[in-house]
């Protein structure tokens, strides 16, 4: 037994990952190349290696002849007599080759071989590793920069942050630990290729699997992501359990989830809503926190306009548009958003909406939108509808974003219960006239002094 060999393969076996077989094949093929450097040709060596014990043998297969032509190939009669006296001319002789009387170029050149072997496995093993982790998310430790780029140690290989993965703001520090998203995993004559990513919407993805239990088995699935790196993510959500609340799941208990993720995105304001297969609705979701009066979708053109009131427009767009443009991208619609002066002026709305509304709150619908009119585009429109989910969660009465993306609500107005300043279900006239009847008029008498 060639117990030293047998060790060496298995502490490659164990370090490395390469197996014993890809090894032993290395080492055939390295003795079959110090042959051919030793005696010109390999065309007649065999290698003979016993996988258990690792010992090997190596001959020479050399025909029988009475004149040698090619020492390599040919075996004089008489020398092969002396090796095996049954053997005849024409027959082949097997002739044990010692590795010790390589020359010293044969038996660098097939250690080289063998070195190079164990390189391409090592380079083989890292790739199928991360090409295995392709399109998921790891953690990385950061190294160093290089110019504009960061160099990262995820482990058994390295990988570089470009610049265009980059958040634009995020500085990081040597020998801290980040999460990244592996975009692509290309296979080089110099090893693995790694392209790295924390400006790509799967990330947050990713993350949200690693930290709620409903996205990770498949009961809540996300739908849809349209991100702005560092500045603001919004998420579609569905449930496939209609006991689990969707929003709700990948908030958290108050938020320790969305929390988690936030953390690790550098404080990235994420806005979780619900998905809807009507893409009316979806629209005045993706919209939130912004208010919504109505939503014409048209599927075949991907086109959808919007009213919302005027003091919602500014909101409904968003600074510098963000807003309407993460939504155009979350539903995959055009979405013209106006407000309802413009929609009035365009016809789209009639031109005495203004004064139903202001009815319509004499009547008691104080900040509320009412139904004003039906919409159907192919059995597709939303009018106001349900309240859609805002920010990290849903709430009854979620009307604004605060910084990190909660919806929460605003307290009713310190009037409520109040109709025109009175108190609500009081006769102003029946009031006076009763007090007029328990204090009675008093007379004034001119007297002389």
Known sequence: MNTELLEALTILEQEKNISKETMMDAIENSLISACKNHFGTSDNIKVIMNRETCDYSVFAEKEVVEEVMDPALEISLEEAEQLDSSLQLGDIAQIRVESKSFGRIATQNAKNLILQKIREEERKVVFDQYFEKERDIVTGIVQRYVGKNISINLGRADAMLTENEQVKGEVFQPTERIKLYIVEVKNTPKGPKILVSRTHPELVKRLFEAEVTEVSDGTVEIK??????????????????????????????????????????????????????????????????????????????????????????????????????????????????????????????????????????????????????????????????????????????????????????????????????????????????????????????????
């Open 224 to 449: 849809s992501i349209a991100r702005e790196a560092g500045s603001r993510t919004k998420m579609a959500v569905w449930s496939n359990d209609d006991k689990v609340d969707p929003v709700g799941a990948c908030v958290g208990l108050n938020g320790s989830r969305v929390n988690a993720v936030v953390s690790e995105l550098r404080g990235e304001k994420i806005d979780i809503i619900n998905w809807s297969d009507n893409p009316a609705l979806l629209i005045e979701n993706a919209l939130s926190p912004a208010k919504v009066i109505s939503v014409m979708a048209d599927p075949d053109e991907k086109s959808a306009s919007v009213i919302v009131p005027d003091y919602q427009l500014s909101l409904a767009i968003g600074k510098e548009g963000q807003n309407a443009r993460l939504a155009a991208r979350l539903t995959g619609y055009k979405i013209d958003i106006k407000s309802e002066t413009q929609a009035i002026e365009s016809g789209e709305l009639p031109a005495d909406y203004m004064d139903q509304m202001e009815m319509m709150d004499e009547d008691g619908y104080v900040g509320e939108y009412e139904q004003y009119e039906e919409y159907e585009d192919d059995g597709i429109g939303a009018d106001y509808g349900e309240e859609p989910g805002y920010g990290y969660g849903e709430g009854d009465d979620a009307g604004y974003s605060d910084d990190y993306g909660y919806e929460g609500g605003y307290e009713e107005d310190a009037s409520a219960g109040y109709e025109n300043g009175e108190p609500a279900g009081m006769d102003i006239e029946e009031t006076e006239r009763e007090y007029e009847e328990e204090v009675p008029e008093i007379e004034f008498i001119e007297t002389e002094q």
